[in-house]
């Protein structure tokens, strides 16, 4: 199996630009997270979902995040519009119950 | 509410010593206690569990961790650290009783350090 698979792996973008980050959870995994990390906060979770209905969306910081899982085997977390305090790594992460499994992340740059 | 505490930023070793990184939680019932490892520029790599039995969970790459109920802690630990060890090791505790199956609370992490 190749994992969890997240693209872009890097995005640069400028404020105010629409961002959307996608992932592929490990196939046969009902659960699907967003993750934030960041030096000062470390890693926070954003929203999850089990058999691709959002469960917990109480971490998306603001309405501007919103994120979908449209099936099972494809998510995607937006950004719209997009803030300088936005810039983090941004972790998919799936798993069939315990434990989670994530993907290599997404390097966000907001300038 | 559950909780996670890496009480050390960084733990410093040389290699072919022991290594401990330390961790205590906060739940409300029993606790499903995990270790991750994450290395530079890559995502976290689950490296044990515990969930029930053996206080002693055996892992990958030779780490091992004890859960300790009296002190509420899972303390990573490994006999003889390699340099290629050196990486971020992040704490994560779920409640094992009732509501959201698997939302996972982390810790901030320690980096460990192992030099020559």
């Known amino acids: 199996d190749a994992g969890v698979i997240q693209s872009p792996r890097h995005e640069v973008t400028e404020m105010g630009q629409e961002v959307t980050l996608r992932c592929k959870p490990i196939?046969?995994?009902?659960?699907l997270f967003w993750y934030r990390q960041t030096m000062m906060r470390g890693l926070e979770l954003l929203i999850y979902?089990?058999?691709?209905?959002?469960?917990?969306d109480s971490g998306m910081p603001e309405d501007r995040f919103s994120a979908k899982m449209p099936n099972a085997s494809f998510s995607t977390l937006k950004i719209q519009p997009s803030e300088p305090r936005d810039s983090a790594v941004y972790f998919c992460?799936?798993?069939?119950?315990?434990?989670?499994?994530f993907g290599p992340g997404t390097r966000l740059l907001v300038l | 509410a559950q909780s996670v505490a890496q009480p050390e930023d960084q733990v410093n070793v040389a290699e072919g010593n022991p290594l401990t990184v330390k961790c205590t939680y906060s739940?409300?019932?029993?606790?499903?206690l995990f270790w991750y490892v994450q290395y530079p520029n890559r995502g976290l790599q689950f490296l044990l569990k515990?969930?029930?039995?053996?206080?002693l969970v055996k892992g990958s790459y030779g780490f091992e961790a004890e859960f300790n109920k009296s002190q509420t802690s899972f303390h990573l630990k490994k006999p003889s650290a390699l340099v290629s060890d050196s990486a971020l090791y992040v704490c994560a505790v779920r409640d094992k009783v009732g509501g959201t199956a698997s939302k996972l609370t982390f810790g901030t992490g320690t980096r460990l350090q192992v030099t020559l």
């Open positions: 515990y969930i029930t039995g053996d206080n």
């Open positions: 196939s046969g995994h009902d659960y």
């Open positions: 979902f089990n058999n691709n209905v959002p469960i917990d």
């Open positions: 739940v409300s019932g029993n606790p499903y």
């Open positions: 992460a799936s798993s069939p119950g315990i434990p989670q499994y």
